[in-house]
Each structure stands twice: as C-alpha cells, then as structure tokens.
C-alpha cells in the first residue's frame, strides 16, 4: 500500500509530463523576464501604498465572518500548496541529481552544464509564482486593521526578486532552499489556518513559529558553507550572483526577524512580569 502511494506521488510530483518537460525561457515561461518581476513588486508597494492611505480610510470594515472565510481559504490553499512543493522538490531531487546525489542539491555544475528545466525546475517555477499569490497575506492583513510592519512588506516583497533569480540564475541550493522553506511554510500556514478558523492557541505556539522561521536562516547560512566549500575547492558552482543576492537578503531578514522576536516577546515577557507584580 505505501509503495503503491509513493510510485502514485512520484508519478503526480515528478514525472509527469508536465512536470518532468518544464523548461525555464524567457520569451515564453510565465513570469520569466525581470520586467515581470518588478512589475509585481512595484505594483505590490504602490497598492500597498494606495489602501493604507488613500482606498481603506474611506470604506468601513467588511464583515468579521466573510473576513474569517477569506482568511481560512487563503491559509488552506498556501498550507496543501507548500506541502506540495515541498514533497515535490525533494522527490524531485533525489530522482534526478546526478551522482554523488548528495553532492547537486547544495552545488550545480557550472559552465552552462545545469539547464533550468525538469522536475526540480518545474517546482521552483511553482514556489516563484506562489510567492506572487503570497501577497494576498499582505491584503488580508489591510482588511482587518492589523498593523503593517516593516519587515511583512519587505520579505513579500524581495522574496519575488529571489525567486526568479532562483531561475534566472539557476542558482545552487535551490533545492535545499526551496525544501526548507516550503517545509516551514507548510507549519506556518497551517497554524494561520487554524486561528482562522478560530481555534486558540497558547502564545508560546506562535513564537514557536517565528523562531521556526529563523532557525530556517540560520540553516542556510550553515548549507551556504558546504555549497561555498565546494565552489572553492570542486570545480566551482552555478548561480553565484543568484546567491550571493540570496545570502543578504537572509541575512537582512534574520535581523529583521530577530529585531521582532526581541520587540514582540521581550514586551510580553515584560507585561506578564508586572501583571504578576501587581
């Protein structure tokens, strides 16, 4: 029964024909010039921009329940969208690397020898594209009259950037990357789907989450060691400016991450701590 399931996953997940055929070109592959890219994240910012100032000041709030649904519908859709591209990719990945396998997730062979095309393609095409329909958080966030911040704007927007210079680049630890952050996406979008749908959890769950999310950059920089270990000693790998673009946006984000961690946790501890004292 489990293997049957497993050669029905591999089917669905990597050889499709739809997936096993993907071929990243730009005159042709949805999303694949950088006019499409700044175009999404310019028209992000300015509608950003426009509802925050100009549209939702006007309009009153829509109603708590049709918000709830819309919320929990977008949750579901990310939460089975993440587990399939994280199932996906690492399917994908130990099909089709080359020998040694462990060796091609952190280091594509360079030179032009990596094509942007097949499996583990076609699920970094998909993750590119779900980071445009991410943006539908940042909405949602608007329309209930939570506060903005700094850092939520900032990661939906440049994630865009990375992804398609994921692509573009065909980048090394594209695999790796992609598996991590889909995996981590997967837990966070089903707690977002749970508080939707109006489940209570215990605040530590959601800190939980956050420090989920940057033990994930901190394991970047730590599979950046290996993949920067053999360009320097191996030959040499793909999509170095790809990285090295990757490598500061994580690293800007672990400090925005850990900023917030610190503001919002050390605030609460403190609130508790005079609560008690009083």
């Given at each position: 029964?489990?293997?049957?399931?497993?050669?029905?996953?591999?089917?669905?997940?990597?050889?499709?024909?739809?997936?096993?055929?993907?071929?990243?070109?730009?005159?042709?592959?949805?999303?694949?010039?950088?006019?499409?890219?700044?175009?999404?994240?310019?028209?992000?910012?300015?509608?950003?921009?426009?509802?925050?100032?100009?549209?939702?000041?006007?309009?009153?709030?829509?109603?708590?329940?049709?918000?709830?649904?819309?919320?929990?519908?977008?949750?579901?859709?990310?939460?089975?969208?993440?587990?399939?591209?994280?199932?996906?990719?690492?399917?994908?990945t130990y099909a089709t690397a080359p020998p040694p396998r462990w060796?091609?997730?952190?280091?594509?062979?360079?030179?032009?020898?990596?094509?942007?095309?097949?499996?583990?393609?076609?699920?970094?095409?998909?993750?590119?594209?779900?980071?445009?329909?991410?943006?539908?958080?940042?909405?949602?966030?608007?329309?209930?009259r939570r506060p903005l911040t700094l850092l939520h704007v900032y990661?939906?927007?440049?994630?865009?950037?990375?992804?398609?210079?994921?692509?573009?680049?065909?980048?090394?630890?594209?695999?790796?990357?992609?598996?991590?952050?889909?995996?981590?996406?997967?837990?966070?979008?089903?707690?977002?789907?749970?508080?939707?749908?109006?489940?209570?959890?215990?605040?530590?769950?959601?800190?939980?989450?956050?420090?989920?999310?940057?033990?994930?950059?901190?394991?970047?920089?730590?599979?950046?060691?290996?993949?920067?270990?053999?360009?320097?000693?191996?030959?040499?790998?793909?999509?170095?400016?790809?990285?090295?673009?990757?490598?500061?946006?994580?690293?800007?984000?672990?400090?925005?991450?850990?900023?917030?961690?610190?503001?919002?946790?050390?605030?609460?501890?403190?609130?508790?701590?005079?609560?008690?004292?009083?």
């Amino acid at each position: 029964m489990a293997a049957a399931l497993l050669r029905q996953a591999r089917w669905l997940l990597v050889d499709h024909p739809a997936v096993s055929s993907f071929r990243w070109q730009p005159s042709h592959t949805l999303g694949a010039t950088p006019t499409f890219a700044a175009a999404i994240i310019l028209g992000y910012l300015a509608t950003v921009l426009l509802l925050r100032r100009v549209i939702l000041p006007r309009l009153p709030p829509p109603p708590a329940r049709a918000l709830r649904a819309a919320s929990a519908a977008h949750n579901a859709v990310l939460l089975a969208l993440s587990a399939a591209m994280a199932a996906g990719c690492a399917l994908s990945t130990y099909a089709t690397a080359p020998p040694p396998r462990w060796r091609w997730p952190f280091c594509f062979p360079p030179g032009g020898a990596t094509e942007a095309s097949g499996p583990v393609f076609f699920w970094a095409h998909v993750f590119y594209l779900s980071k445009v329909y991410e943006l539908g958080d940042t909405l949602l966030i608007l329309l209930a009259r939570r506060p903005l911040t700094l850092l939520h704007v900032y990661h939906h927007a440049v994630v865009v950037a990375m992804c398609y210079l994921w692509l573009a680049t065909r980048q090394s630890l594209l695999p790796v990357a992609l598996v991590t952050n889909a995996g981590v996406h997967v837990v966070m979008y089903a707690y977002y789907f749970s508080c939707s749908v109006g489940w209570r959890w215990p605040r530590r769950w959601k800190r939980a989450v956050t420090e989920l999310q940057i033990a994930q950059f901190l394991f970047s920089f730590a599979a950046s060691v290996v993949m920067l270990w053999l360009h320097f000693t191996d030959g040499g790998c793909e999509g170095m400016a790809g990285w090295v673009f990757n490598a500061v946006f994580n690293a800007s984000l672990l400090a925005l991450f850990l900023d917030f961690h610190g503001a919002a946790y050390a605030a609460a501890k403190g609130k508790k701590a005079g609560d008690k004292a009083e």
